[in-house]
């Protein structure tokens, strides 16, 4: 495994510059770098596990891209999502009036992450970025920092949680960019990718006079040459912007030209458009709807709101030059919409759709009404103690040191808009699922003995670019952040490297106090729980579209009596309150029959399935089933069975929280 090749002069330049400061430094227990998702609950969870914490953020909003547009969140399997980051979407939950609520506006998410931030008291340096760090003995003593002024910090533990890694690169830790070949780790979906998905169809000319390569590439398109399948390089998937816009009219700011608006740059959309001849604009963007009449637009097909193969700087570049990455992708995002909107090669059909939408007034109402936050999907990506590949994500490799888990598709971006016999292509694109969640181990999150002993990086964290293309979701980095903090409070505790930190003590915390705040911890009973549920009759075992790694399905409309119990281990008696989880299924019965056993009577519960509305890309809700006094060791279960069902019955899972 080799460094990055930009990694070593930078390194050196980090750990030997700096300005010269006076004054005291700042001791704190844990360093928290980086004002993402991750950061906010790193810096909570170690303050509320009793350490001095100082987060450092860049940027002038916490909570990165959970804040910055990304409101219709990337889950996979809502199983995977445990302790302080499952909590963050219930909280967003009861703002909206629900148990759970996984589709978001931006200022709600902003507001959220500041109630966990001030009700622990977490100090804050924002607008504050790393220039430099010290090492004696491969720990971490100090960094400096840049803000409003040059400030020294000392901590016994740092976390970096930023998108870019860049205290882990300026501590010297080894890390990579781009893709590995196939070979290297034995995969089949890294390194190059020529794939049908987000793709240009056969016979889009892609020269400036078409037929004539004499007149230049469209821009937008490389003149590099396709590799061989699978060939490793140091391309980064594309970035782009998660746009928050609405149609409501009283809320709506018109979409404007930008400046240095180039309606060359669009050029390829055109003649896509004028191939496939869409029928409205969710084949150019993907429209995502969030509520109050909001969106969070994403990428979609072969021309978007991806700037594809203009990031390739962003990983090792300065401030400076991220900077200017960053503003040619907000030109380029606001010139895409206004080009929608008033090219007149566009359809007026498409047009007329676009001038439906604008910049909301009250979204990032200190910002121009644009996202701050860049979607920098991957940038660097640590070499640590273990390496997480395509085999841990379809289950072939299994870690025992999992402090998290993760339940995405292995999804990467394309990388690189290129010729390939004398047509536009996009490359790179590559999307593959139907796995169920799998472990993400803690040696992923701490860097080799040899590089740092006193640093856990649960962003850039060490995974091949195809496994970091599952991983890389927000829940997930949230609930890496808080085991990463729990970690770096065992190992000051304990006096030893973040690597001779005990794992099972860490994992026992993160089970026993899985909110941080010493609370009863819910009780999960998944129906794969084979010691706490009783199965009566042959229900088919399905592992798509249910919560943990499948559901129980009947199908035959009471054919014969079937049951599904569940009986949770109840150690502390007292009320509470019971959800069982619906998933999405086809022909789904209209009434199933919930029986719930208090350990002194039974309570029938219909359940209607046309009540339970399932939105975003989740796989389904938990139901409320109301609230029970349950005693410890009295039996208590909820059972699901078949009778008078008209269509197909699930059972999947049972939660009990305590009041």
Known sequence: MLLNRFMMPLCSLLLATGPVLAGTPKEVDVCVYGGTSAGVIAAYTAKQLHKTVLLISPDKRLGGLTTGGLGYTDIGNKFAITGISRDFYRRIGRHYGKFEQWI?????????????????????????????????????????????????????????????????????????????ANSEYQETYNGVQLKDKHQFPDGIDPYKVPGKPESGLLWGISPAKLDAPGAGDQKVQTYNFRMCLTDQPENRIPITQPESYDPARYELLVRLVQKINPKNLNTILNINRMPNGKTDINNIGAFSTDMIGM????????????????????????????????????????????????????????????????????????????????????GRATVTDGVGMAAYTMDSHNCQRIVVNGMVKNEGDVQVGGFGPYPVAYRSIIPKLADCKNLLVPVCLSATHIAYGSIRMEPVFMVLAQSAATAAIVAIDSKVSVQDADVKKIQRILTDNPLADNSTPEILVDNDDAKQVTISGDWQRETHGGYGPSMLVDPSKGGSEKFVRFTPAIEK????????????????????????????????VPLLSASVKVEGQTSGEWVDLGTYQLKAGKGAYVEINNQQADGAVVADAMLFIAE
């Not at 966990?116 to 220039?131: F, G, H, M, N, P």
């Not at 040059?150 to 893709?179: H, N, W």
């Not at 009320?575 to 209209?590: C, E, F, K, N």
Request: glycine content about 6%; hydrophobic content about 35%.
């Open 104 to 180: 978001f506006e931006p200022h709600v998410a902003a507001e959220t992450f500041q109630q966990y931030i001030q009700s622990a008291k977490v100090e804050v340096l924002y607008d504050t970025r790393v220039s430099s760090a010290k090492k004696e003995n491969g720990y971490i003593t100090e960094v400096t920092v840049n803000g409003a002024s040059p400030q020294v910090i000392k901590a016994k533990m740092f976390i970096d949680c930023s998108y870019e890694g860049d205290l882990m690169a300026a501590a010297g830790v080894a890390f990579t960019v781009g893709r590995e």
């Open 311 to 394: 990031n390739y700087d962003y990983p090792n570049a300065d401030d400076a030059t991220r900077k200017r990455i960053i503003h040619d992708h907000e030109v380029y995002t606001k010139g895409l919409l206004y080009f929608i909107g008033h090219d007149e090669r566009m359809p007026k059909h498409l047009r007329d759709e676009m001038l439906t939408w604008g910049y909301p007034k009250d979204e990032y109402t200190n910002n121009g009404h644009w996202s701050p936050q860049l979607y920098v999907r991957e940038v660097r990506r640590m070499i640590g103690e273990y390496v997480m590949t395509q085999a841990n994500c379809e």
């Open 573 to 604: 008696s007292g009320r509470y309150h019971v959800y069982t989880y619906v998933p999405r299924i086809a022909a789904h019965a209209t009434s199933t029959t919930i029986r719930v056993n208090d350990g002194v009577r039974i309570k029938a």
